[in-house]
Each structure stands twice: as structure tokens, then as C-alpha cells.
């Protein structure tokens, strides 16, 4: 099994930033693609970034990019999502996602945080 610990999230004001963290931990052996989710209050959950091990492959939303930057520590088993330029549709509450398979991870990863709420102002 894998754990996820994500921790960062909070209250800002539009336009303002927030990193977001997540530690793996279990059976994070070999290679494996991490990234994040959000669902926003009456929605459906959403892909917003994902990142291979060998930082070869990056994905985002298109609503996200240019706004947010995702990126990973594999020595300490941690990834980041460094969200800028905030605006209140960024609302959500966001998962950590892991799955030791690239494509699976932007779909229908194995592996989830409990989720961390963002919640952004006007």
C-alpha cells in the first residue's frame, strides 16, 4: 500500500499564490507518476497536473497553465503544486494522486490523499 499526506492548502485572496505538498510513503518502490486532483463544491473531480518520474512528461489542465507549476523530489518521495495567480473558480479541495503507471495517473489513479481544501476569495 501507499500513503499520501497532502498539506498546504488554506484561505487566499484572488491573484495571491499557495504550494501545496505531498508525501508519499509504503510501497513507493520503482518508478511512479504522482500529480493532482481538485473536485470544487457540486462538481465532478478534475485532473489539474501530473508529472512522470523522470520529469520527461508534464501535463495540465488547460485552465491551470501558465498559473501553476508542478514539480517532484524523488529522494524524498514529494511532490509540489506551486499555484499562482489564484482566482475563486481554483476553490476545490485537492488530492494527491500517485499510480506507478504515466497515463493512469491523469485518469484513473490508484492512489489518493484524503484531499486539502484551497479556497480562494474575491
Known amino acids: 500500500q501507499v500513503q499520501l499526506v497532502e498539506s498546504g492548502g488554506g484561505l487566499v485572496q484572488a491573484g495571491g499564490s499557495v504550494r501545496l505538498s505531498c508525501a508519499a510513503s509504503?510501497?513507493?518502490?520503482?518508478?511512479?507518476?504522482m500529480g493532482w486532483f481538485r473536485q470544487a463544491p457540486g462538481k465532478e473531480r478534475e485532473f489539474v497536473a501530473a508529472?512522470?518520474?523522470?520529469?520527461?512528461?508534464?501535463y495540465y489542465r488547460d485552465s491551470v497553465k501558465g498559473r501553476f507549476t508542478i514539480f517532484r523530489d524523488n529522494a524524498k518521495n514529494t511532490v509540489h503544486l506551486q499555484m499562482n495567480s489564484l482566482k475563486p473558480e481554483d476553490t476545490a479541495v485537492y488530492y494527491c494522486?500517485?499510480?506507478?503507471?504515466?497515463?493512469?495517473?491523469?485518469?484513473?489513479?490508484?492512489?489518493w490523499g484524503q484531499g486539502t481544501q484551497v479556497t480562494v476569495s474575491s
Open positions: 508529472i512522470t518520474w523522470s520529469r520527461d512528461s508534464i
Open positions: 509504503g510501497r513507493t518502490f520503482g518508478s511512479y507518476a
Open positions: 494522486v500517485l499510480d506507478q503507471v504515466d497515463t493512469f495517473v491523469r485518469v484513473s489513479p490508484r492512489y
